[in-house]
């Protein structure tokens, strides 16, 4: 059962456009969501995350949209860089005070972002 | 500010031994996960420990286990070795339950 989906395995942008990564989400209990970025042999780094008392969240290069009713998020990368080129992990969880203790963060399989020069 | 170290980086063992690996948090973080990430699998979430108590576990078998001492340090231990256990094994720590999961490097198993 997966809970957090990024339904495409890998995106190829050029240089200097936009690139969009989307993710979707089942658990109706998750409201704070979190973008991570993997390069191979080494740990994800965190980038940006949202709780849902917003739709939008902006750090520099990057914005993350949610639209809750759509259990939707999307990740905007601009402009993209080749330096961008990794591959990038949606994960959400519940927030605190939701209820119970369960607030393990769960993953998506991650999309593989190719950014050409 | 040093970040979450696991050690070792790299190991290799044989079918059938076990294997404990480690995790130091970042200073004043209380939650360790430990995650496994193979290829096309993503992160599949394997336990989280809060002041030293197991508050989740993922659908691991119980070969898998693990623990957090009172510094906050954490083990993972795999016994009886099987081939498919071969991964990166990613151990992340979080100030508390709502915010960003900072990860280690993690140590890539290779199983013989």
Not at chain 2, 11 to 38: A, D, E, M
Request: net charge positive.
């Amino acid at each position: 059962d997966q809970q957090v989906k990024q339904n495409s395995p890998s995106l190829s942008v050029q240089e200097g456009r936009i690139s969009i990564l989307n993710c979707d989400y089942t658990n109706s209990m998750f409201d704070y969501f979190l973008w991570y970025k993997k390069y191979p042999a080494e740990g994800p780094t965190f980038l940006i995350s949202i709780s849902s008392i917003k739709d939008k969240n902006e750090d520099g290069r990057f914005t993350v949209f949610l639209n809750k009713s759509a259990k939707h998020l999307s990740l905007h990368i601009v402009p993209s860089q080749p330096g961008d080129s990794a591959v990038y992990f949606c994960a959400a969880s519940p927030m605190l005070n939701s209820g119970g203790s369960n607030y393990k963060l769960t993953f998506g399989k991650g999309t593989l972002l190719t950014v050409n020069p | 500010k040093a970040g979450v170290t696991q050690t070792p980086r790299y190991l290799i063992k044989t079918r059938g031994q076990q294997v404990t690996l480690s995790c130091s948090p970042i200073s004043g973080h209380r939650s360790v996960s430990w995650y496994q990430q193979t290829p096309g699998q993503g992160l599949q979430f394997l336990f989280e420990y809060f002041s030293e108590t197991q508050r989740n576990k993922g659908n691991f078998p119980g070969r898998f286990s693990g623990r957090q001492f009172s510094n906050s340090r954490s083990e993972m231990n795999v016994s009886t070795l099987e081939l498919g256990d071969s991964a990166l094994y990613l151990c992340a720590s979080r100030l508390t339950e709502n915010t960003e999961a900072f990860f280690g490097q993690g140590t890539r198993l290779t199983v013989v």
